[in-house]
């Protein structure tokens, strides 16, 4: 720093965005002077060792750091440390300050329509307030998966889905309890309550 030259120190904000199956995390630094600056990047008190992106306009510096979904799902806090003047300045993500979302409700349920046309083997696993992305629709009975998953790419602005099920003949007898989950990741998932008693009886759980 030259003598005398005026010292001021940065404004300091975070924000995110993504793209496919990326997180990108924005440090937001402006109002400093000098311009001279470093940007670190940690993950739950863990140093990264990748070196941040740096994108420098008139007065605003930009540090960029890019997570896929693995390592955003591992990550509870996400940490902006920059250097400046040999001063620190810190500024912390936290996924639990994320704006939030409404919890996804999901139901197994029959339709009127399939029953009528003596499809009474056909479920639907229907849900609603998901996020957008690549979703696996799974069903189980008794709590063991027993039919491949369903994919779904759900589209921004979508937030329902309904995927449906033809409970293998193996299945088809009062002792089962049929669920469906659908699942975003490893770590985040949502699961129907259960519905039982389908063949064994008459049974009413219709979709009208």
């Given at each position: ?12 904000t975070?924000?995110t965005?993504?793209m496919?199956?990326d ?23 863990t140093l ?8 420098i ?13 693995q ?10 440390k920059a ?6 300045f810190?500024?912390?993500w936290s996924?639990?300050k ?11 349920r ?12 056909i ?7 998901l ?15 027993v ?5 779904v ?9 309904t995927?449906r ?9 009062k ?11 490893r ?22």
């Amino acid at each position: 720093m030259r003598t005398g030259e005026r010292v001021t120190e940065p404004n300091i904000t975070m924000s995110t965005s993504t793209m496919d199956n990326d997180v990108n995390l924005f440090c937001w630094l402006d109002g400093f002077s000098p311009k001279k600056i470093s940007v670190e990047w940690y993950k739950s008190n863990t140093l990264l060792t990748e070196k941040a992106t740096m994108n420098i306009f008139e007065s605003h510096n930009n540090g960029e750091k890019t997570f896929n979904a693995q390592q955003w799902n591992e990550g509870k806090e996400f940490a902006c440390k920059a250097k400046h003047n040999s001063k620190i300045f810190n500024k912390t993500w936290s996924k639990c300050k994320e704006p939030v979302q409404k919890t996804p409700t999901v139901v197994i349920r029959r339709n009127l329509a399939d029953i009528l046309k003596g499809d009474s083997a056909i479920l639907e696993c229907a849900a609603r307030d998901l996020p957008s992305g690549e979703l696996s629709v799974t069903f189980q009975a008794n709590g063991i998966r027993v039919l491949e998953p369903q994919y779904v790419d759900l589209p921004k602005g979508v937030d329902t889905l309904t995927a449906r099920f033809t409970v293998p003949s193996t299945h088809r007898n009062k002792n089962q309890r049929f669920t469906c989950q659908i699942q975003q990741s490893r770590s985040i998932q949502w699961t129907s309550s259960s519905t039982e008693n389908l063949f064994g009886k008459e049974h009413l759980n219709l979709n009208l």
